[in-house]
């Protein structure tokens, strides 16, 4: 078995990783945003005995959930420099859309080999997202079937699967690079902490990040723990915008910083797969590294969950919870009558650019959205009310959402170019950037020992272990009404309802599991409910909630006290480190744009 993000050159295919956890690998993608790779994805393998084999490739078709045209996400396979007769990334034949739209082997030709090696290669057909995760040359006649069970088994079969390479042990394991996990590592570390960060991209920052493009909302430095949120100033960028130019977000400032701490060791490219526990407690984690794909095991004291979506709590088994509560159950005004699946949904960020050069994109007509004058939003970027995935399951779903954004953002630019009334006016319009790397803004919540509610936040009610404060309204986002009309259940478009507020500290039982003893949670999967989290979950604040379970980890690692025990015994010394902050107060504060909620404007220049 050849997995294509070990290639030994991956030409200008794009390693995707997002989706481990639920199709089994990592991938390479033509990310080419409708213009084929120039450069193939090219390895060599070693034939040991002679004869004939088949060749079996590991694909999808991308956009087979909304269309019954052939998809764009087509590519060739170059044995030795010659093309099989097939495309692959046609989808897996099948009766209902998830079936066609499957991960899948897909059969080419049979090949003589010699004894020695051989070449093969990835040849992109349209820039338009095909993608390949493993190839196989068989004697067999048989096809595996496409369960994913079949296909790990298959995998380590084949693989040989080493012993995951021991990393040692660290008082504190921070799973998540975004702004909440660094802002976690950042402060146990200048405690005293030795701190793992294990962050499943190659670039730190999450939503944040160049990867994604969203800025920074909320306010930090707020009573009654004004010290909290220096820690943010020193990584956060000093501009704000969603959809922006790739330096607008500044990785290379947020990698700074983290390198410039000695207790921090970093393993970037690294998603958690696995959990071993001790009783109710987390001992170790393994993780396996997107390109290589080398796996390696890390043991701590005490863990963080900062993955967004709760993946190391639900590994471990802790109680999350996902969706809508019952009004019932909370006495939340704003909380539907029953209990439901809704989340808010995923943005998938991009922008085009007027130049002095005419350019052609791919016409969708075929395999695209169904747009008309009245449908289209010809804007030149998207923004956060770009928003889909609200019906979806924003786990098992994950790649399915992330696709229909980018199905969205090429549909619209393609009518644009090529059927819009006005086209002439796109004539030199290009499409410059279009996220792969999803945006979320919901999905599991970890129940901690206190479960923040929407009256905890309009009362407001104050309790006792009262830490850093969130200033966002209640923003909770719904389907736009006029695109709902027009395409039901597969909305792109969405609203914003805000619900104004009081600053609010938060308690500090909602920032770690009531079921595992050594996990915090920092981020936007901390113990609120949905309604709640519209105020939490903006990235400052999720900052802020990293700092203070920094914080509760180096006094933990110290006592040897559970995070139980800080809101039982120990408050007293948490509050004092919130008193004095972890952040330095000798560079540049920039924090001072988009401190205030004004998401319910759809605007493109936000």
């Given at each position: 078995?050849?997995?294509?993000?070990?290639?030994?050159?991956?030409?200008?295919?794009?390693?995707?990783?997002?989706?481990?956890?639920q199709m089994g690998s990592s991938y390479l993608l033509a990310h080419g945003i409708g213009t084929p790779l120039a450069k193939d994805a090219v390895t060599t393998f070693e034939i040991e005995e002679e004869g004939d084999y088949n060749?079996?490739?590991?694909?999808?078709?991308?956009?087979?959930?909304?269309?019954?045209?052939?998809?764009?996400?087509?590519?060739?396979?170059?044995?030795?420099?010659?093309?099989?007769?097939?495309?692959?990334?046609?989808?897996?034949?099948?009766?209902?859309?998830?079936?066609?739209?499957?991960?899948?082997?897909?059969?080419?030709?049979?090949?003589?080999?010699?004894?020695?090696?051989?070449?093969?290669?990835?040849?992109?057909?349209?820039?338009?997202?095909?993608?390949?995760?493993?190839?196989?040359?068989?004697?067999?006649?048989?096809?595996?079937?496409?369960?994913?069970?079949?296909?790990?088994?298959?995998?380590?079969?084949?693989?040989?699967?080493?012993?995951?390479?021991?990393?040692?042990?660290?008082?504190?394991?921070?799973?998540?690079?975004?702004?909440?996990?660094?802002?976690?590592?950042?402060?146990?570390?200048?405690?005293?902490?030795?701190?793992?960060?294990?962050?499943?991209?190659?670039?730190?920052?999450?939503?944040?990040?160049?990867?994604?493009?969203?800025?920074?909302?909320?306010?930090?430095?707020?009573?009654?723990?004004?010290?909290?949120?220096?820690?943010?100033?020193?990584?956060?960028?000093?501009?704000?915008?969603?959809?922006?130019?790739?330096?607008?977000?500044?990785?290379?400032?947020?990698?700074?910083?983290?390198?410039?701490?000695?207790?921090?060791?970093?393993?970037?490219?690294?998603?958690?797969?696995?959990?071993?526990?001790?009783?109710?407690?987390?001992?170790?984690?393994?993780?396996?590294?997107?390109?290589?794909?080398?796996?390696?095991?890390?043991?701590?004291?005490?863990?963080?969950?900062?993955?967004?979506?709760?993946?190391?709590?639900?590994?471990?088994?802790?109680?999350?919870?996902?969706?809508?509560?019952?009004?019932?159950?909370?006495?939340?005004?704003?909380?539907?009558?029953?209990?439901?699946?809704?989340?808010?949904?995923?943005?998938?960020?991009?922008?085009?650019?007027?130049?002095?050069?005419?350019?052609?994109?791919?016409?969708?007509?075929?395999?695209?959205?169904?747009?008309?004058?009245?449908?289209?939003?010809?804007?030149?970027?998207?923004?956060?009310?770009?928003?889909?995935?609200?019906?979806?399951?924003?786990?098992?779903?994950?790649?399915?959402?992330?696709?229909?954004?980018?199905?969205?953002?090429?549909?619209?630019?393609?009518?644009?170019?090529?059927?819009?009334?006005?086209?002439?006016?796109?004539?030199?319009?290009?499409?410059?950037?279009?996220?792969?790397?999803?945006?979320?803004?919901?999905?599991?919540?970890?129940?901690?020992?206190?479960?923040?509610?929407?009256?905890?936040?309009?009362?407001?009610?104050?309790?006792?272990?009262?830490?850093?404060?969130?200033?966002?309204?209640?923003?909770?986002?719904?389907?736009?009404?006029?695109?709902?009309?027009?395409?039901?259940?597969?909305?792109?478009?969405?609203?914003?309802?805000?619900?104004?507020?009081?600053?609010?500290?938060?308690?500090?039982?909602?920032?770690?599991?009531?079921?595992?003893s050594n996990m915090f949670m920092a981020g936007r999967n901390i113990s609120v409910t949905h309604i709640a989290l519209g105020s939490t979950r903006v990235m400052r604040t999720c900052g802020l909630i990293g700092e203070v379970v920094?914080?509760?980890?180096?006094?933990?690692?110290?006592?040897?006290?559970?995070?139980?025990?800080?809101?039982?015994?120990?408050?007293?010394?948490?509050?004092?480190?919130?008193?004095?902050?972890?952040?330095?107060?000798?560079?540049?504060?920039?924090?001072?744009?988009?401190?205030?909620?004004?998401?319910?404007?759809?605007?493109?220049?936000?």
């Amino acid at each position: 078995m050849l997995l294509a993000t070990q290639f030994a050159d991956k030409g200008d295919w794009t390693v995707e990783q997002q989706f481990v956890l639920q199709m089994g690998s990592s991938y390479l993608l033509a990310h080419g945003i409708g213009t084929p790779l120039a450069k193939d994805a090219v390895t060599t393998f070693e034939i040991e005995e002679e004869g004939d084999y088949n060749l079996l490739v590991r694909t999808k078709n991308w956009t087979a959930f909304w269309s019954e045209g052939k998809t764009p996400g087509i590519f060739a396979i170059k044995v030795d420099g010659v093309a099989d007769e097939a495309e692959f990334g046609l989808g897996c034949a099948g009766a209902t859309r998830a079936e066609r739209a499957a991960w899948y082997w897909q059969k080419g030709g049979k090949y003589h080999f010699t004894k020695g090696k051989h070449e093969v290669a990835l040849h992109d057909l349209t820039g338009l997202d095909g993608r390949c995760d493993a190839i196989i040359f068989t004697k067999s006649e048989e096809t595996p079937d496409n369960s994913l069970e079949t296909y790990k088994a298959l995998r380590a079969e084949i693989m040989c699967e080493a012993k995951p390479e021991d990393k040692g042990h660290y008082d504190f394991v921070v799973v998540g690079g975004g702004i909440s996990g660094m802002c976690a590592a950042l402060a146990a570390a200048r405690l005293g902490s030795k701190v793992a960060l294990i962050q499943d991209r190659y670039v730190l920052g999450g939503n944040n990040s160049s990867e994604v493009r969203v800025g920074l909302g909320g306010q930090i430095n707020i009573d009654p723990y004004p010290a909290l949120g220096y820690l943010l100033n020193e990584i956060g960028p000093d501009r704000i915008g969603n959809a922006r130019g790739a330096h607008h977000y500044q990785d290379d400032k947020k990698m700074r910083v983290i390198l410039a701490e000695k207790n921090i060791t970093l393993f970037m490219g690294y998603t958690v797969t696995d959990v071993e526990k001790e009783g109710d407690k987390i001992c170790r984690v393994t993780a396996v590294e997107a390109t290589a794909q080398n796996r390696i095991s890390i043991s701590g004291d005490y863990f963080s969950d900062c993955t967004g979506d709760a993946h190391l709590a639900a590994m471990a088994g802790a109680e999350c919870r996902m969706g809508r509560e019952a009004k019932s159950e909370f006495d939340e005004r704003l909380a539907p009558e029953e209990a439901d699946g809704f989340t808010m949904g995923v943005s998938i960020e991009w922008y085009c650019e007027d130049w002095n050069t005419p350019c052609s994109f791919p016409d969708s007509l075929d395999w695209g959205l169904e747009l008309d004058e009245y449908t289209v939003e010809p804007v030149h970027r998207a923004n956060w009310y770009w928003e889909v995935g609200m019906r979806d399951d924003q786990i098992a779903d994950a790649e399915k959402i992330r696709d229909y954004g980018m199905y969205v953002a090429y549909s619209t630019f393609s009518y644009c170019k090529n059927r819009l009334a006005k086209k002439e006016d796109w004539e030199c319009t290009h499409l410059t950037w279009v996220s792969h790397v999803s945006g979320k803004r919901e999905s599991r919540r970890v129940v901690g020992d206190y479960i923040l509610r929407e009256q905890d936040l309009t009362r407001p009610i104050i309790h006792e272990d009262s830490t850093c404060t969130t200033t966002w309204r209640i923003d909770q986002h719904y389907p736009d009404p006029r695109n709902a009309h027009k395409y039901p259940n597969e909305e792109w478009m969405s609203i914003g309802v805000l619900t104004p507020i009081d600053f609010y500290p938060l308690p500090y039982r909602c920032f770690y599991s009531k079921d595992i003893s050594n996990m915090f949670m920092a981020g936007r999967n901390i113990s609120v409910t949905h309604i709640a989290l519209g105020s939490t979950r903006v990235m400052r604040t999720c900052g802020l909630i990293g700092e203070v379970v920094g914080m509760a980890a180096s006094i933990c690692a110290k006592r040897k006290v559970t995070p139980r025990d800080i809101y039982t015994t120990y408050f007293e010394d948490l509050k004092a480190l919130m008193r004095k902050g972890t952040g330095r107060t000798d560079v540049p504060y920039t924090q001072f744009y988009h401190q205030v909620d004004r998401t319910g404007h759809q605007a493109e220049d936000r």
